[in-house]
C-alpha cells in the first residue's frame, strides 16, 4: 500500500483488528499533525491520546515510542537508560519507507507495514490504565479508538512485541510534535 491510498489503507486496518477480534470505532476530522491539533478537536470517541515518536538511535535502529500525550518524554535519558547512545527523529522519507505513512499519522497501526520485529516498540505503562486509546488509522484526518488490550493484541500479531515501560522524566522532552 501506498501513502496516496488513504481509504484502501484504512480499509486494510480496519478489516484486521476485525479479524483479531478487536472492537473499534472510528471518526473524521480535519487533519492535525500534533498532539495539540489533536487535542482541540473534541472527539466523541472518549480515550486517551498519545504521542508516537518514531525514533531512530545511533546504529540505525528503529523504535517507536507509544506514550501517553501528556508523558514527558526525555530522549537523552531514554536513550542512556537503553544503552543506544542517541535517539533521534527520522526524516520523512525513511518513515514512509519503514512505517508507510506521513508525518502526522504515526501510530503503533502502521506497524503492520512492518516486517515482523524490525522495529522496537516502547508503550508507555500510563496507556495500559485508560479504557480507551485513541490513534490515528494511517491517516491524519480520523482517529480510531481501541482498548490497551487491543492495541497489544493487534502489535503481538504484526509480529512486534511491545515492551511496557514506565515513561516520565526531565531535562530535554519532545513535547505534542509526535502524533
Avoid: Y
Amino acid at each position: 500500500m501506498t501513502m496516496r491510498e488513504p481509504d484502501r489503507a484504512e480499509a486494510v486496518l480496519t478489516a484486521r483488528l476485525d479479524e483479531l477480534g478487536i472492537a473499534w470505532t472510528s471518526e473524521r476530522h480535519a487533519p492535525v499533525f500534533t498532539v495539540e491539533q489533536a487535542r482541540s478537536l473534541g472527539t466523541r470517541l472518549g480515550g486517551e491520546g498519545a504521542k508516537n515518536l518514531f525514533l531512530r538511535d545511533r546504529r540505525k535502529r528503529f523504535v517507536l515510542l507509544v506514550a501517553e500525550e501528556n508523558t514527558p518524554v526525555d530522549l537523552k535519558a531514554l536513550a542512556a537508560e537503553w544503552g543506544v547512545g542517541r535517539l533521534s527523529f527520522v526524516r520523512p522519507e525513511v518513515l514512509a519507507d519503514a512505517l508507510g505513512v506521513t508525518p502526522g499519522a504515526v501510530s503503533p497501526f502502521a506497524l503492520m507495514n512492518a516486517a515482523p520485529g524490525t522495529i522496537r516498540v516502547v508503550v508507555d505503562a500510563r496507556l495500559t490504565e485508560h479504557e480507551l486509546l485513541l490513534f490515528h488509522p494511517l491517516r491524519n484526518d480520523a482517529t480510531t479508538a481501541v482498548s490497551p488490550e487491543g492495541l497489544l493484541v493487534f502489535l503481538r500479531a504484526c509480529g512486534h512485541e511491545p515492551e511496557i515501560r514506565a515513561l516520565g522524566g526531565t531535562g530535554r522532552t519532545a513535547g505534542p510534535r509526535g502524533t
